[in-house]
């Protein structure tokens, strides 16, 4: 069946990202590490920061908030996951047991962007899709600090099977070519125009995600609308479903297909 839609509204409520304090900073502006509680360790989908919004059977979504100045718990990875980095800022991290990493770049979740290539590259979308996969051979137990003036937000999946190579996109449903593809998640961008629609059914569940200003919606089970940048749709597997541009400019989505063995 169609999967509820998400919507970013009330996603910067502090509380539902943790309590700030102002009582315990360190130099660099974060959040103590002697603050209590603050050494504890946890899932990565039990982190007051990456709020998990919505679960279907071994997929999880969350949503990443990271406001400046403060300093998630300590989290640990074990599954590969996907970011849709909706907003970045300067990022540190500390591996447990070891020191903060540099940072200082404005890199969003997962990683920081590539370095460029010597010959012209296209622009890079201001919603940029990253990954790390290597969580399935080696968990991860970390913590990040936004030490930036920005807010690190992004929407996040995490897949927790052991992914599969056995189908090429048009196999699984989905038209032209992922711009980021492994084992576990395959990504897609598109845009509609204004009033114009598509339909298509995938074979593996898929993550719908706005990412451009507009109005659009989606049927499926059910209508549901798209009013902003942020706000997301997920469907089963096998379920048909049609994007339609109901705003008077084109509207930018990225798709997610989350890659499962059968």
């Not at 070891?98 to 296209?122: D, F, I, L, T, Y």
Request: with cysteine; proline share 8%.
């Amino acid at each position: 069946c169609e999967r509820p839609l998400g919507t970013r509204q009330g996603a910067l409520d502090p509380v539902q990202v943790a309590p700030r304090q102002v009582d315990h900073q360190a130099a660099d502006g974060t959040r103590d590490p002697r603050r209590p509680g603050q050494d504890r360790v946890v899932p990565v989908y039990e982190e007051p920061r990456h709020r998990q919004v919505f679960k279907s059977g071994t997929t999880r979504i969350l949503e990443l908030i990271v406001l400046p100045g403060d300093t998630s718990l300590f989290h640990t990875h074990e599954d590969p996951i996907a970011y849709i980095n909706l907003s970045t800022s300067a990022l540190r991290t500390q591996e447990r047991g070891k020191e903060w990493s540099q940072g200082g770049g404005r890199g969003g979740a997962g990683g920081a962007a590539p370095a460029a290539p010597a010959a012209p590259a296209a622009p890079v979308p201001a919603v940029r899709v990253t990954s790390t996969t290597s969580y399935a051979q080696t968990p991860a137990t970390h913590r990040i600090a936004n030490t930036g003036t920005g807010i690190v937000h992004a929407l996040v999946v995490v897949n927790q099977t052991k992914g599969t190579d056995a189908t090429t996109p048009k196999d699984a449903g989905f038209e032209g070519m992922p711009e980021l593809t492994n084992n576990w998640f395959r990504a897609y961008r598109f845009a509609l125009p204004p009033g114009q629609s598509g339909t298509h059914t995938h074979k593996a569940p898929a993550f719908l995600v706005q990412t451009s200003d507009g109005t659009a919606v989606t049927q499926g089970a059910r209508l549901r609308a798209l009013n902003q940048v942020g706000d997301w749709a997920f469907f089963d597997a096998g379920v048909a479903h049609e994007m339609r541009n109901t705003s008077t400019s084109t509207v930018e989505f990225v798709e997610v297909e989350v890659r499962q063995p059968r």
